[in-house]
């Protein structure tokens, strides 16, 4: 996953508390009160680590299908 090293706005570091994040918030605890507890209380860096998203896994198939079509084109042109 791609978590900015820092945030846009103020420029806090963001990505070297982004792993207990995730585990804490997909372990069952609010977002809010995790966020509260890792010292951000800055709404730019709350909404750094809210709006990552994990491209890889929606590029991916893309990338795949294009690959697939390339080979198709590729087989009826010998």
């Given at each position: ?11 806090n ?61 590729q087989?009826?042109?010998?």
């Amino acid at each position: 996953m791609l978590v900015p090293v820092r945030c846009f706005t103020c420029g806090n570091l963001v990505a070297d508390r982004f792993a207990e994040y995730k585990s804490r918030t997909e372990g069952g605890e609010e977002s809010g009160a995790v966020l509260d507890s890792l010292g951000f209380s800055r709404y730019c860096c709350r909404r750094m680590l809210f709006t990552s998203v994990e491209t890889i896994r929606q590029i991916v198939p893309f990338y795949e299908a294009i690959e697939m079509r390339r080979r198709e084109v590729q087989s009826e042109l010998d």
